[in-house]
Structure formats: C-alpha cells, structure tokens
C-alpha cells in the first residue's frame, strides 16, 4: 500500500490493537509472539498477524495453456489433444502409477540470419518433467532424425545458464536465431492455477535483468548506465493527455466489459511509445483498482487474478502486479512479477525479515533497454485499519521510481532486481530509515543518521536533513511502555530549521525506547504536515538534566520565514544561550522596519513576573529584547513581528530563543518597572518626532553615582516632558518630577536626572507634536542605580524658565538656611534678574552673559525664588522663573 500516512493534523493519533489476524498475501511482517506498535506506511495502526494460513489460489495464463497446482505445489495438467500424444504416452508400468507427464512436442525452425556459426537463442527450452518414471524412447527412425537437434538444445540450455555479463554478446555476433514454436497446446482444464508467494505459477523460470538485458550490452561485455526517472521525463505533466485519456475512456467495468485485451487496447489508445503506454495502463491501475481489504483481513478470498481483479475492481497487491503484466504484455511491453519484503501494512522499525517468506509484489518494466520499478498497489491508495477500509490516495512517486529510492520500502527477493550498481544485502534494507514518498517529493536529503536505530550519547540524539526548497517541519516523540506507547512533550527535542537544513536533537527524558516520526511540508503554504520518515531512539541510561520549556512552536532559533517576515539575522543561533549574569540580550537585525512583542516562559516564572522580565527597544533597522532571569534554569523566548507602517498585518512568529541562566539570577524587586512600553529607548517613535543624536542609545542606563544626563537633538523644537517613576520607595520626600531638570540650548536638550535612592526606575520621555494634541510618550528608559547616595531634588521650574535659560549654581533644590549660596544663571533676553528671600538679591550680569551673585539664605524663608524681568515687549515686570526651598534648621540634611 502507498507509504504516505495523510495527516489532517500535527496530532498523529497512536498505534492501536487490531484483531489478531491470520496471514494475508500483502506486505505484511511476522510478528512472532511479541507484540508491538509501530507507525506504518499504510494505515494509522498494526495488526498482529502470524503466517498460520497458506497463501491463496489464483488462476493464471502462461504460453497459451493453463496448469492446476494442489496444496502440495504439484503440477497437474491435461493431455495434450493432437496427434502426438499417442507417441509419448507409451511410457513404463511406473508412470502410470505415477503423477501424470506434462509432455509436449516442439517444432524447430532454424532461420538464417548471417555467415556467422554463432546461435543466440532467445527462448529456452522446456524439458520434460517426470517425477518417478522415464518417458520411453521413441522409434529408431524418429529418434535418429532428432537426436542432433537436442543435444544442440542441450548445449544452448548450458549457454543461457552463463551470466549475460560474461558472454559479452553483442548483435554484430548473432549468426542464427533458434525460434521454438509449440506444435500443440495443452488442453486448458478448468480449475485455478496456485501462484506462489513470488506471483508466478509453479515451474516458471525466474527472469533476471542480466538474463533479459541483451539490448543493454556492449562489446566490452559491460552493461550500459542505468537511466533516473528524469532522465525518461521531467515531470508529470508531459503525461497529462494520456491521463486523461486513461481515466475518461478507462471506465469500463461499469459496462461489463471485463476483458484485459479490450482495456488495454481502449487506454493505450492514442499512445505514442512504450513509455504513453505503461502510463496509461499505470493511470488504469490506480484509479480503478481497490485495494481488497476484506481478502487482506481474511473474511474474503483474496483476489489475485487479472480476471478477478479486474471483474471486481478490487485485489491485493499481487492482483495489481498480474494485471500490470498481463496489460503490459498485451501492449508489447517487457515486464516482469518481482516479490520481496515491502515496509507496508504492520510493518515496524527493526523487524527482521530473515528465513520468513515475502509477502508483497510490485512489477518490473524494461523501456529503452532499461528496467525501472513501479509498484501500482502503492501508487493506488492506503488502508484504514481503524475502519478496515480502503481510501483512494493516488501516489505518483511509485511510478518508474529510481532505485535508489525503491529499496528503501522495497527489497526484492532476488538481489538483481534492485537494480543498484551495489546491491545490498536483506540485513541492510532493514536497518534503512523508512522513508516515504512525501520525503522524496519535498526533495529531503537525509544527512545522519544512515540507520533507523540511534543511540544516545550523554543523553541526547540528533537527525539532520538538507533540502533545496523552503520546507517547515515537526515531530512526534512517543516512548514505548508496556502495551501502549507514551506520548512525551516537545520539549525532549529541540528543532532548528534554516533555509537549507534541519536538524533535531533528541533528548529523552528517561532511559528507554522512544519512537521517533517526522512531519514535513513545503514552506510555501499553510497545509497539513504529512509524515517523511521514522526513527528509533534507544537510551540506554539518561543523566539528570534541567527540564525544558515547552515550545509550542516546535523550532527553535530564527524561523524558517524570519526573511520573509523582514528578518535578516540575530544575535543568537538555536543553540542555548547560557548567562551566568541573570540578564541577556538578543538583536535581531532587520531588512524594514518592524513592530514587535516578546513572550518568556519558565516553568517556575508567573506570566504576570515575566512582563517584568522583558524591555525592548524598536529601532528601523533592528529589534532588541533585554531578559531579566528570576530563576536558574532554561527559558523559552519568543519573538512575534509584523510592518511597523501595517497596524492591521497580524503579528508572525519569528523565532525562538532557548536562554539558560547558570547564576546570577535577579531578585524579583529588582526586574524592570511594571508597565513599560514597548518602545523603550531611542527608536522609530523619537526619530519620527525628529530627537536625534541620543547620548544613551540604550534602553537600559546604569549609574553607579546615582545621577546622569541624557541629552539629544531636538530639531523641531517640541515641547518636551519627563516623567520618573519608581514602583516602590524607601523614604518619602518630594515629587519625583523634581528629580528631572531640563536644559534647552540651542537645539540641544539635556535631561539631567538626581535619583533620591538605588534601585529601578523608569523614565518616560513625552512630547507635544503638535499644539492641539495632549504630550505622546516617545520612549521609556529603564535607570538602573546601584549608589547608595540620595541626591537632593532639583529647583523648581515655572513656564517663564525660557528655552535657552541655563542654571550653573545652585543646581540642587534644597538649600541650607543661614548659609550664602552662590547663584550663577543664564537667561536669555532679560534686562533684569533678581532673587527674593528676606531680602531682594540683584544678580550682575558677567561678561560671558551670566547673571551671578551671592545670597544669604537666613533664618525665617522656607524658599527663595529666582526672578526676572525683560524679554519680549521690553515688560520690566518681574517674573518668578525657579524657586528653591530653605530647610528649617531641624531638617537640615
């Protein structure tokens, strides 16, 4: 049956017990007395079966008569009808109590071809068969005129026997032609001829391909290079017309036409060459044909026989092969029954095949010289097991499939008709990974392992593959436990897919043996996985290891269609990222801008503590992400991206990141501030807005004084706002918005920032873009202090502090009382600047344009208040622009 499980989804359902069934003429193994599971090419369960039952009887046409063969494998046949039967039945006492002679008379006819005194005989000779008498000679005069001509069938008989190899005939050395013609026919009986297990009717001679590969030869005695599929056609569609044809005019049981000549002569009709017609008669086959479940499962007589088969529409595989030869012979094409072992129905990994009869059939086909393979009983559907039926599934890749491929689901039973340059061996076909024809369509390599069998070494596995076109994967791993296999999650593999290969590492979570399956599709569309191939993994003693984070989206690393998605490269590969800080941080650069969301999972991190786990900054030309690890141990992050400018595209993942901290986990007070903005630091947002040349380009500041300055260009003189948060604080004081001060000169912008304690806080900077608009957050930074020191808050600023206005002295806003303060500021435009406390101050202005003087604080004023007067209007009002506060002698700091 065909070897290709069609999934509806990922979610392969399990192998499951079936009836204990006896024998079936199919590709069917012995499972002795054990019982096992197994995925199989054919159905989505096995059935145990055993080889109690003899294989069924079927009638067969060879050479124009008709044999019966009883249980015992012996030949019957009726007595010839002509003349010459009265000659040859004059035998001795012992051969009528014997088994009956099969005795026929030959006509020899000897045609000249050329001078040469060399023969080539293309047919051999069928010499009598007599089991326990002796046929009794003939007359003299008969046996003097035919003596000679059987002792040179006797030296011709030996000639045959030679390898065609060795005999290096080539057709410049044919002298004669030896043409032997049955004079009589034996009377066809009625009854039914046995087939063997092979397809063929007791006594017929196996064929070889050097035995029937003459035309192939060379004068050196070598036989000519095999031809691939492609080599015969490209693709497919070439044979769109006589498919067609074959499927519109092939409908004929339905008008009770059962007759193999006729079909033949109706699909092959309009065929151009051999190779229109095995098409034909291949599109036939397939498509009109059922597999016979019932005869497989043994509640029917199995349907062998092309008449039966094709009276019924139904047979197994030995049925699909004998109407194949019958149909090919009446069409003038060369095919021969090939029977072997086949990785079909109930078949499981590591199943020996030695000393047990095969049980499947397929044909082989000679086109050109050259013999090819096909299997229509695969090509045509698969079985159900679960519902014991039969679904049509057609599968071109059984259709004149290169050898290469055939013999890994399909190993003759007699080594020449691999028909490989190196022929292997039984015990090699069953230790090749079952592939199926879905590995092959999607042009999958298999790089490691050559055997269906791993063993793991320290505790892991691993299976690699190649391939030219975009392919997604996935898998199943299930450990075998007693009588039921046990599902295990993905995280005991870890899946990397590139645009050119793929690799799994396997790691088992207990010592034991796990099955293995491999799901592909190509990366072009969003279909069903369907099943490649099936391995074994044995884990003879697994080391304690760190559980994995379930990864729902099975590869890991970037994704197969990151590129696509606008994914050029990242900073971390599918191999775990180790950090022995508690912190990581992964790039991905990027071909246009993008949009993005982060997910970390640990099996011990609550999701809402994972939020607070991740910063990340939007960039237009990359994404970056920065991981807080609360705990040791392995984490999952995933990345989801979309088009920046496209709000309504959905978000993709776009890889999977393994992370394993090793130390330095963070304490969970210290992860970053709750509710921060997807766009933390400089990024699409502040460029848009037209900040540019950032002193932080990082989303993350640390500062180990516990004060720093951020500055930047402000080209289209925005109206800017900050705001510092802290989600929690030891000491209570002023507002944090006094612990940010602002500097504008020019276009340059600086933001100094005087943190009152250590710890996290996050600093949002806000703009106004335009004057009927509230102010839009821009980005958040994440200010990491690690100082013990707690600076004072800064002064107070009213809206009368101008764009351009500068404080050099006093820069903190707490000043001490009965002390004299120094005060230097800048304040463009003003005739006038003045500091009220018990007594007004005048600041003189320098020859570098700034306002100084010095002030004394006293006793009695809790502030003073810095005041100017001019600017535009020429008003020498004065206006308060900043004020400090005085601290009372009892809160002196």
Known sequence: MGNVLHMRSVEVPFPKRSLNLRSVHCPLPTNNHQQHYCYNSNNSNNTKVTEEESYPQATQKASGQEVKTGESGEKKASKPQDGHSKDTSKTTSDDEKGPSVVQQEWKLEVLSLNNSNIMKSHKTVVSTVATKTTVA?????????????????????????????????????????????????????????????????????????????????VKSGSVSKKKLKMELFATTEVFSRVDNHAINTGKLQSQKIFSVPTITQTITEGAQNE????????????????????????????????????????????????????????????????????????????????????????????????????????????????????????????????????????????????????????????????????????????LHPKH???????????????????????????????????????????????????????????????????????????????????????????????????????????????ESLGVKKCSNGAEAAVSETGSFELVLHTSRPLMMLCELTQKDLDPSIAKRCLATQIQSDRLTCNVLCPYLGYYRLSVFVRNYERPQDGFQNGGNFLLHCTGGAINLNELFPPALSTACGPGIRTQDA???????????????????????????????????????????????????????????????????????????????????????????????????????????????????????????????????VLFRVRVPGAQRVSVVGEQLMELQLSKSRVWEGEVFTGASMSQLKLAASGGGGGSTDMAIIMSFDVLSQQNEI
């Open 690 to 820: 037209g900040l540019s040349k950032f002193s932080h380009t990082s989303a993350l500041v640390s500062t180990q004084q516990g004060k720093c300055n951020i500055t930047f260009q402000n080209q289209q003189d925005l109206e800017l706002h900050a705001v510092l948060f802290k989600e929690q604080r030891k000491r209570l004081g002023h507002p944090l918005c006094r612990h940010v001060f602002f500097t504008y000169n020019s276009s340059k912008v600086t933001i100094s920032v005087a943190l009152p304690e250590a710890g996290v806080y996050k600093l949002g900077l806000y703009a106004k873009i335009s004057t009927d608009q509230d102010f839009s957050l821009l980005c958040d930074f994440v200010l990491r202090n690690s100082s013990g020191s707690s600076w004072p808050p800064f002064p107070c600023t009213y809206t009368a502090w101008q764009r351009g206005s500068v404080l050099f002295e006093p820069r903190g806003g707490l000043l001490e009382p009965l002390s004299w």
């Open 137 to 217: 000679t003939v007359a003299g005069a008969a046996q003097s005129k035919t003596s000679s001509v059987f002792q040179k069938w006797a030296a011709m008989e030996l000639e045959v026997q030679r390898p065609m190899t060795k005999r290096q005939l080539s057709d410049e050395c044919a002298a004669y032609s030896l043409r032997v013609v049955k004079k009589s026919t034996v009377r066809r009986e009625e009854g039914a001829v046995q087939r063997d297990v092979e397809g063929r009717a007791p006594g017929k001679p196996k064929l070889h391909p050097s035995q029937r590969q003459s035309s192939s030869t």
């Open 452 to 562: 269906f069998l791993l063993v793991t070494e320290n505790g892991e596995a691993s299976v690699s593959m190649k391939f030219t076109k975009p392919v997604d994967f996935t898998y199943q791993i299930s450990q075998r436990s007693g009588c039921k296999p046990k599902a295990v999650n993905s995280s005991s593999g870890l899946l990397t897919v590139t645009r050119e290969s793929m690799r799994l590492r396997l790691l088992p979570p207990t010592g034991g043996t796990y099955d293995v399956i491999i799901f592909a599709r190509s990366g072009n569309n969003s279909g069903t996985f369907s099943w490649v191939c099936s391995l074994l993994v044995e884990c003879p003693e697994q080391e304690l290891t760190e559980e994995l984070p379930e990864n729902p989206f099975l590869s890991w690393g970037l994704q197969r269609s990151a």
């Open 275 to 446: 190779l229109e017609k095995l098409r034909a008669i291949w599109i036939w086959l397939c498509h009109n044909i059922e597999y016979d479940v019932s005869g497989y499962l043994g509640l029917t007589d199995k349907l062998c026989t092309p008449e039966r088969v094709v009276e019924t529409g139904r047979g197994v595989c030995c049925g699909y092969s004998s109407v194949c030869m019958q149909m090919c012979q009446e069409a003038g094409i060369e095919c021969q029954e090939v029977s072997g072992h086949g990785k079909g129905i109930g078949y499981r990994q590591g199943q020996s095949y030695q000393n047990t009869k095969s049980l499947h059939m397929w044909n082989a086909v000679k086109l050109g010289g050259h013999w090819y393979l096909l299997d229509a009983c695969w090509g045509a559907g698969r079985v159900d097991m679960d519902n014991k039926a039969f679904i049509k599934r057609y599968d071109d890749f059984y259709f004149l499939t290169d050898p290469e491929d055939f013999i890994n689901s399909h190993c003759p039973d007699e080594q020449e008709w691999q028909l490989l340059d190196d022929p292997i061996p039984l015990e090699e076909f069953e230790k090749r990974v079952l592939k199926t024809s879905e590995f092959y369509r999607l042009g999958l390599t298999l």
